[in-house]
Structures are given as C-alpha cells and as structure tokens.
Nanobody, 127 residues
C-alpha cells in the first residue's frame, strides 16, 4: 500500500512560486500504469484537479492552470513536485497529492477516484 506525504511552505507571498513535494513510499512513482496528481481545495469550494505526472514522465495539466503549473518527478527520491508560479490569494487552499493505477488509458482526473491520498497541506498566499 502506497503512502504519500506532502511537504513545502505553509505561507507564500503573492507573485512568488509555490513549490510542494510529494514523497511516495510503498511503491515507485515509475510503477507501470500509475499516475500521480496534485489536487487542491480552496475554502468553500470543491476539489480541483491541477495536474499529474505519469510513470513514463508524461505530464498533464488543467487548462485553467496550464500557464502557471509544472510538475516534475525525481526517481532518486521517489517524489514528485508541484510548481505553481505567480500565485495570488486565490491560490490559498489545502493541497493534496494523490496516486492511481489506470490501465485503460488516461484517467478521468475529476472523478477523484484515486487509490492513494496524502493527508493534505494548507498553503496560504498572503503578504
């Protein structure tokens, strides 16, 4: 059973880049048919899928965030990292990393039917 743990700053200033790392244990991020996502939930709103990286290293991004987001993997640390640039207070949210196995092609990201979840980490954007 995989376990995921988010880490990164709790407070980020506007216009800066938010970087969060998800460290995976119990399985490898290169395990076949596995996808690793970043998801967030802003106050009073539902879950928002932000992007993902596949076992192959291919990346997938939400169209609404595409200009500001990048996700990278580090096989030596068995981790993947979110970078979100030019943050504003609207990016304040609880950020989750999650993983899933999908053998039938690209997952339906917004079903949120993930096999593994991190506990989430609160990030506040404020000066």
């Amino acid at each position: 059973q995989a376990r995921l743990q988010e880490s990164g700053p709790a407070l980020v200033k506007p216009s800066q880049t938010l970087s969060l790392t998800c460290t995976v244990s119990g399985t490898s991020i290169t395990t076949l048919y596995h996808y690793w996502s970043w998801i967030r939930q802003s106050p009073g709103k539902g879950l928002e899928w932000m992007g993902a990286i596949a076992d192959t290293g291919n990346t997938y991004y939400s169209p609404s965030l595409k200009r500001r987001i990048s996700i990278s993997g580090d096989t030596s640390k068995n981790a993947f990292t979110l970078h979100l640039s030019s943050v504003t207070p609207e990016d304040t949210a609880v950020y989750y990393c999650a993983g899933q196995e999908e053998r039938g092609g690209t997952p339906q990201w917004s079903n949120y039917d993930y096999d593994y979840w991190g506990q989430g980490t609160q990030v506040t954007v404020s000066s």
